[in-house]
Structures are given as C-alpha cells and as structure tokens.
C-alpha cells in the first residue's frame, strides 16, 4: 500500500499528469475560446447518426442530469444524502465487479467473498487473474453467521447483503466485523445489495438488523445495485455504484475508477433519457415480485410441514428471490435432479453449485407463478421421498 493513501490500489490504473496539450484545452475551453476542435471524433456534434438520439456528451460516471436524478431517488429511498459525484451508470453490476477488481486488485492478488455464495465472484475475479479466499457463513440452526473472517492477504472484501443463495442480510455484528477488518487491513469493501428490499417475512431477526452498507463511511465501500433486481428486469442493463467512506479514500478512488470507466463508456445515453421512467416503475414493481416471494414460501413451508417423510427441511431465508431446501445427506444432489429432469421435466439448482458447507441440498426459485411453483415443489419433494 502506498504510505500517501489509506486504501490499498491496483497498480495497474495510472493516474497520469495532463500534457500540455491538454491543459490548453482545458484552459481554452474554461475561457470560451475554443472554436473548433479538429481532432472531434463524435459525429453527432455535427449532424450525422441516427436521427432522433440526442448529441453525445461522454462522462465516465454516466450523464450527470441521469446520476442526479438517481441520486434524489436513492436519498428518498435510504433517507440520507447522496452525491451525484459518487454514483456511476453501468450497464451490469457484472461490469461492476470487473471495474472493481480492476480498481483494487493486481494480478495475482485476492479478493474475500462469503461461501455459501453466488460462482460470478470467482468468474469475474479469474478472468481478471485475480483469485478468491473464501470467508464462511455458517448454518447455526435458525440462521446464518459470519463464523470467521480470517483469510489470507486479501486486496478487497465482497459482501452480499442478503447473500445469494442463503437469503441471509449480513446483520449488526457481522457489519462490524467486517468494517473492522477492512479498516485494520486497509482495504475496500465491495457490497453486492441488488436483492435487499425483497425481505421476507417469518425470518429469525427483524428488520432492524438489516442495514444497507450503502453509503457507509467508516470504510471506503463501494456499493452495487441496479434494475434487473429493482425492476425485475434483467433485460434492462441499468446499474450502479455508489462510492463512499473517509473523503480523500473517496477522492482517491474516483480519479482511479474515472480512468477504468473512460476506457469503456458503458452507459446508454438513450437509457439514461427514460432513467426517471423507470426509478418510477421500480416500487411497484418490487412490491409485486416481493409479494409472490412471500406467498410462495408461504406455500413452501406449508408442503415442507406436511412432508410425509419428516426428513426435509426449509433454511429460512431473510431475503432475496430463492429458499433452500435441506434433505437427508444420503440422497445424492445430481442424482435428486437429473432424475427428476428425466421422470418430470423439472430441474432445479444443487446444493453444490453453491459451496454450500453440507451436502443434501437443493435451491428453489420464489418466482413462480403459484401453480407452476407448487407443482414443481410437490413433485421435488415426492422425488426426495422416493430416495430415501
């Protein structure tokens, strides 16, 4: 780490001083006399393109009329203050994680990610040739816990708050834990929050222990979230990320990540035009996807009860679009499933995909229309059954 900064940084993005060609620019166009730039690669400046698509003003964060329009909408939403300065328009919060290993971690470096865990962290991180130590959540009877954070030498933490596919909101003490240990090791925090308004209901703690990590300011944290959650939409590639924490690690990493973003200009002015259409939609929309989430582990925990056999049980989850199903260890995963592809026409998702930390495992969808689902829930079950 460089002794000047708190946060530990990727080598890899040079902060390079402007030639002298470029502070003329600069100073020319602060002053107004710029006239004509020859070098101007843009032709909607000069009446070429697609009609009807308005000029092309790049930003690395994203249009700034579109970043302060979503910053009233999430200080609205979380009941604080947010900059628009902090927030960046992505076209994924895939491209999110790979603008953030970029931003924090050299090649042969390695992030920290919870298991149980969704497999994009470690994707994303391979392909940036950076590796994973795994930190563990650890089923405890009623819920899940942070039970260690000690991995290795690490250049970030990821944080998914509720996890993927646990369901679990990472609470008051775990929080800590985590801020702790990024301020004592110096690095950044990256938290995943694109499932957390879809709490559901019957969970072992109470909302207050659910916490976003956006907008924290103990550590630096950069915090993802975008539509195809929100709005239900995964066809819709509108995402963010919100930087925060000690204002010069704020400074820092927006000089840094405004070179990472200037080299890809992802986000879609013709998307950022409607972005106040679709903040608008995103309540609704929640609220209907959080409700069938809820109705339809209202059902699961009904057909788990009623499960002749006794032997299966229901990981309540806190949050999030899944629920796990927990099954003698005996009944092997594959063979549960690919049977039932082969007898039923449903598939599901194993336990092991996951990492999960025991076997007997199986991840249900909450999505379902409820016929669909209970059909497909009866008929798991029954195949369960079958294999005992």
């Known amino acids: 780490m460089r002794s000047e900064e708190h946060v530990k940084f990727s080598e890899r993005v040079e902060l390079n001083e402007p030639n002298a060609v470029t502070l003329a620019q600069r100073a020319a166009r602060r002053d107004g006399m710029l006239k004509v730039n020859l070098a101007d690669s843009n032709p909607t400046r000069w009446g070429l393109g697609a009609p009807g698509l ?32 902090n927030l960046y328009l992505l076209s994924s919060t895939s491209q999110g994680y790979t603008w953030l290993t970029k931003l924090t971690s050299d090649p042969g470096d390695r ?26 959540l650890t089923w405890v009877g009623s819920r899940w816990e942070l039970s260690e954070l000690n991995p290795g030498e690490v250049s970030a933490v990821v944080a998914i708050n509720p996890n993927n596919p646990t369901g679990s909101y990472v609470h008051g003490e775990d929080r800590q834990r985590l801020l702790n240990y990024c301020a004592d090791r110096g690095v950044a925090l990256i938290a995943d929050e694109v499932f957390f308004d879809f709490d559901l209901p019957g969970a072992p703690t109470q909302p207050a222990d659910r916490r976003r990590l956006a907008g924290t300011t103990e550590v630096l944290t950069f ?24 204002e010069r690690d704020v400074v820092a990493a927006r000089a840094r990540l405004d070179v990472i973003a200037d080299a890809y200009l992802p986000f879609s002015d013709v998307l950022a035009q409607r972005l106040t259409e679709y903040l608008a939609a995103v ?16 059902t699961l925990r009904d057909l788990v009860r009623t499960e002749p056999s006794g032997t299966v049980s229901l990981l309540e989850p806190e949050g999030g679009w899944n629920a796990l199903l927990r099954f003698p260890a005996h009944v092997d995963e594959d063979a549960l499933i690919t049977g039932l592809i082969a007898r039923r026409g449903i598939t599901a998702q194993p336990g092991y995909f996951f990492d999960m930390p025991f076997v007997g495992v199986v991840s249900v969808s909450l999505l379902l229309d409820a016929p669909a689902f209970q059909f497909a829930t009866k008929a798991l079950l029954a195949s369960i059954a079958d294999q005992l």
């Open 111 to 136: 992030l920290a990610a919870p298991t149980p865990g969704y497999p994009l962290v470690e994707t994303i991180a391979g392909l940036e040739n950076v590796g994973v130590d795994f930190y563990p």
């Open 54 to 85: 308005p000029p092309y003003e790049p930003d690395p964060r994203g249009p700034r009329a579109a970043r302060e329009v979503l910053a009233a909408w999430l200080g609205e939403r979380d009941g604080r203050e947010v900059d628009p300065e």
């Open 283 to 298: 309540p609704a929309a929640t609220s209907a996807t959080r409700q069938r989430c809820r109705e339809n582990l209202a």
């Open 223 to 246: 915090a993802l979230d975008g539509m195809s959650k929100n709005l239900s939409a995964p066809g819709l590639k509108i995402a963010w990320l919100e930087v925060s924490g000690p």
